[in-house]
């Protein structure tokens, strides 16, 4: 037994929320992370009863400066407490304490809070618990430091074997069917069809010369070449065995792993730890060899003239003619040609499933693909990473956002019973996704909470990202009253704050004009939404939109129609002309013409059935992101603005 004297401190402004939490941590995926506010006994209760940001933020000691640390603090209810933003006024620490302090942990996070590298000590947890102010300073009441010896990370893959990889002169395939049309004759079909040359392709087949006009060989020895790109469609168990051959011969740069079975099954773990032997035996030997997957679908690359996910093409249109800004990068497969097939109006300029990740990571992808000065878009979609690629996938996204392009991310595994699936489906560790949102969205990512969400700012992001967002306030216009009202109810939520912007005298002249043109002025005042009724045509929703996009107090623009209205050319090609969208009367013809000449963005909403869906593909091939609610319009519109005020 013994007896321990302390300091007895003065706290000023003790009571609840008084006490403020400051923690670094080493997070597996994204390494050093700084997690602060209300601390000592209130911290769970916080964090349970508040919404997100208010309680406690992380944001990662690595990317962020002192003074960005503090700009995340400043959400929390306890720097509202320290800095006086309360009922009292009374400021209990000034802003520059709060840098010193974070100064610090962002200096112990340099040097003591990553793995890799020399020997040495990684400090795994580092908690200061609670905090209180005391006479304008900030004193440690309690603490909690973790440490453990420096763990080592995977060596870093040639990142330049991406190049032939993606663009590659020579191809080569393992298991297609000299019979029937199997997976790997599916993917070799693809590949011709995207305009792969067959005399550069070969087929590893013993006991066969030729398939669809491709060359085979016996073996991998007896490949005629170094190839660029390698295909394996075989099953599970004999992928180490290729893999070995493929290294021990030198006969490939860039591999396709199709199969599954080799980490998110059980009993697969066998096959990858050969997989992953023969792996750093490449590396060892300097050898330029990387793979993909496994349990991948395949790639998709437009430049590279190839197409091996093994969907048959009428499942799966990819025309050459799209928008084609997009670059995919998605661990789940179905996920992603479930996306695509469901804009008709895209074909990515790379689509990658990358599976297991057992070689190549998203965050490899990200950093070779952002050299391509063609794709303004990434969309990612990630149930885990390895040790610390969640940082290099931040770091990344940072340079890319620097850049003016933007950045689509989606992130599975959110609770208990997500891990374990993402666990079970891609052999990923799912991480802590409170950590992930908010680094990633601190590198300027825009973080997606669900898939239609995920879908629709991407719509935006592909369709309208090269256009002027200078600001938040929204013009709108709709032909049915609900829809108004719809609008304005939605101009606000978690990460998005719209206005309603107030027309100036000359904005009302010119749309009054296009009222009293339109029969109108006697059912509709001007105001925001306007509000057309059905009664409105589409010449009338045409002369509204270009009075918006005239009027320097409007950013943002909605055109919502509900489209069962007589007055307008809504539906397929097959109606009548003058009530289908072929009419070059119609709205869709109009808007496509207005986009030609807009600087600003515009959105439209399409709140019918399936009869409208002609018109809704049709607003999207003419450039314009289409929903079918106004809500979600606005709420898509809001995100996205909102990422790029914050650049």
């Keep these: 037994r013994g007896v321990l004297v302390v300091e007895m401190v003065q706290i000023d402004g003790e009571g609840v929320g008084s006490e403020a939490i400051f923690a670094l941590r080493h997070n597996r995926e994204f ?60 400021r209990l620490v ?14 112990i996070a340099a040097e003591l809070g990553n793995d890799g590298g020399a020997e040495g000590w990684t400090v795994t947890e580092l908690e200061m618990n609670p905090f209180v102010a005391s006479r304008g300073r900030l004193v440690a009441l309690d603490g909690l430091l973790k440490f453990r010896k420096r763990a080592c990370l995977p060596l870093p893959r040639p990142i330049g074997s991406l190049e032939p990889m993606l663009k590659p002169s020579s191809l080569g395939i393992i298991g297609v069917s000299g019979k029937g049309m199997n997976m790997g004759r599916i993917i070799l079909n693809n590949a011709l069809a ?14 066969a010369t030729e398939i669809d006009g491709v060359r085979c060989v016996p073996s991998i020895k007896d490949l005629p070449e170094r190839v660029d790109l390698f295909i394996v469609a075989v099953g599970a168990e004999q992928v180490p065995g290729l893999m070995e051959e493929l290294v021990e011969h030198d006969k490939a740069i860039g591999v396709i792993l199709i199969p599954g079975g ?38 998709y690359s437009k430049p590279g003239r190839y197409h091996t996910i093994f969907i048959p093409t009428n499942k799966l249109v990819l025309r050459p003619d799209r928008h084609s800004n997009v670059a995919y990068l998605s661990q789940s497969g179905a996920f992603m040609i479930s996306r695509l097939s469901k804009l008709s109006w895209l074909t990515p300029r790379y689509a990658v499933s990358t599976g297991n990740q057992a070689d190549l990571t998203i965050p490899d992808f990200v950093k070779y693909l952002a ?23 931040a770091k990344a996204v940072r340079e890319v956002v620097a850049q003016g392009r ?89 990460g998005w704050d719209l206005r309603l912007t107030k027309f100036g005298a000359a904005s009302r002249e010119r749309l009054q004009a296009a009222l009293v043109k339109g029969k109108l002025d006697s059912l509709v005042d001007v105001r925001n939404p306007l509000d057309l009724t059905p009664m409105a045509d589409d010449e009338t929703h045409e002369e509204a939109i270009r009075a918006f996009l005239a009027d320097e107090e409007v950013d943002l623009v909605l055109c919502a129609t509900v489209p069962l209205t007589a007055r307008m050319a809504t539906l397929g090609e097959d109606a009548p002309e003058e009530q289908s969208i072929r009419s070059p009367g119609s709205l869709v013809n109009r808007l496509a013409r207005v986009m030609k000449e807009a600087s600003k963005p515009v959105v439209v909403s399409i709140d019918s059935g399936y009869l409208y869906d002609p018109m809704a593909r049709a607003f999207e091939e003419a450039g314009l992101p289409t929903f079918r609610s106004a809500d979600a319009a606005v709420r898509a519109l809001g995100l996205y603005v909102e990422s790029k005020l914050r650049r």
């Design 31 to 90: 390494g050093p992370v700084i997690t602060m506010g209300v601390g000592g006994v209130d911290t769970e209760l916080f964090g349970e009863a508040c919404k997100k940001g208010l309680s406690v933020v992380s944001a990662s000691a690595a990317l962020l400066e002192p003074e960005e640390l503090l700009a995340a603090f400043k959400s929390t209810l306890a720097y509202r407490r320290l800095a006086g933003q309360t009922r009292t006024k009374q």
């Design 406 to 494: 933007d950045v689509v991310f989606y992130k599975a595994g959110r609770t208990a019973e997500g891990m374990s699936a993402t666990s079970g489906h891609t052999a990923s560790l799912a991480g802590d996704y409170d950590v992930c949102a908010a680094v990633l969205e601190q590198a300027g990512a825009i973080v997606a909470r669900s898939f239609d969400e995920y879908l629709d700012v991407l719509r935006i992001s592909a369709l309208m990202g090269n256009k002027e967002w200078k600001g938040r306030r929204l013009a709108a216009l709709s032909n049915a009253g609900y829809e108004s009202v719809g609008i304005s109810d939605a101009l606000r939520g978690e």
């Design 194 to 207: 995207a305009g792969f040359e067959r005399s550069r392709a070969y087929i590893v087949r013993p006991n």
């Design 262 to 299: 080799m980490g998110e099954k059980e009993g697969g773990e066998v096959h990858e730890a050969r997989l992953k032997s023969a792996l750093l035996k490449a590396r060892e030997l300097n050898r330029p060899l990387v793979a993909n997957g496994g349990n991948c679908l395949g790639i």
């Design 94 to 107: 000034e802003d520059a304490e709060l840098v010193k302090l974070l100064a610090g942990l962002k200096a």
């Design 371 to 393: 050299r391509d000065p063609e794709v303004k878009t990434f969309a990612i979609y990630s149930e885990g990473f390895k040790d610390a690629d969640g940082l290099e996938l």
